[in-house]
């Protein structure tokens, strides 16, 4: 199946059986799930998560529990700018500065400003733990985001500025649902995952595919770059 017959296939299953939660359509999204909570506590159970004190996470609906568990246990929290528009690309959700009260909001779309600095590529730490969100995931790794490609694209950009490596954890949270056998190998630019977490269960992926290296440059316009203030520095001369 290709990637964007299997996004739908997700979409569809999710909201037919009633597992899917808001926000509404799933579809075109990084879809929100019943259970969300239980996959970001056992993602918690891991050596990974407790080994780790800088985490980058995508900013979705279903990985609200993973950020707000993060910052409840001390741990810096760092999402990007959308779309890395600015030349301070990144949030940096560090609870030290973040009242008690406010962690549970902090790390909302809608709050995350307000309790944000934004930070830029020379003052990112190295970061111990990537959690992505997902449509759909095999059981060896193979990712399908929503289409945009900018999990994959930001994945990238911490790898040529040096703040990940080949040893950095890339985790994903998700429905039993959206564990597929039928997705495609993953292309060139995608960031395979090594732990895919569910309400259920943990896969280890032991995923034979090969995470890119940096940032494949003939995949992006030169408007892209120009719109990426990030790109425009990391872009070779």
């Known amino acids: 199946m290709n990637k964007d017959a299997l996004r739908e296939a997700v979409w569809d299953r999710l909201e037919e059986s009633g597992e899917a939660r808001f926000p509404f359509p ?3 999204r ?19 998560w407790a080994e780790s004190t800088a ?16 910052l409840r246990e001390g741990k810096t929290v760092y999402m990007a700018v959308p779309r890395l528009r600015d030349e301070q690309c990144f949030y940096e959700l560090d609870p030290a500065r973040i009242d008690d009260d406010n962690l549970d909001s902090a790390p909302t779309v809608s709050h995350v400003e307000q309790y944000a600095d ?18 759909a ?14 999990s994959d694209l930001e994945f990238a ?3 040529g500025l040096g703040a990940v490596s080949d040893e950095t954890t890339i985790a994903t949270t998700v429905h039993e649902m959206q564990v597929r056998d039928d997705a495609p190998d993953p292309d060139a630019h995608d960031v395979p995952m090594d732990i895919v977490v569910t309400p259920e269960r943990t896969i ?19 408007e892209q770059v ?9 872009r070779p001369e």
């Open 30 to 48: 990084i879809p929100n799930y019943a259970g969300a909570g239980d996959a970001a506590a056992r993602l918690a159970e891991t050596p990974e």
């Open 204 to 222: 280890r992926t032991e995923t034979p595919y090969t995470r890119p290296t940096g940032i494949d440059w003939s995949a992006l316009s030169d």
């Open 26 to 28: 799933s579809h075109g």
């Open 137 to 150: 995931v095999t059981e060896a790794g193979a990712r399908i985001g929503k289409g945009e490609g900018f």
């Open 118 to 135: 934004t930070v830029g590529p020379d003052d990112l730490p190295d970061i111990d733990l990537v959690v992505s969100g997902s449509v």
């Open 55 to 70: 985490i980058k996470a995508n900013p979705d609906a279903p990985q609200l529990p993973v950020r707000r568990r993060a």
């Open 226 to 234: 120009e719109e990426m203030p990030v790109l425009q520095r990391l």
């Open 157 to 159: 950009v911490l790898r």
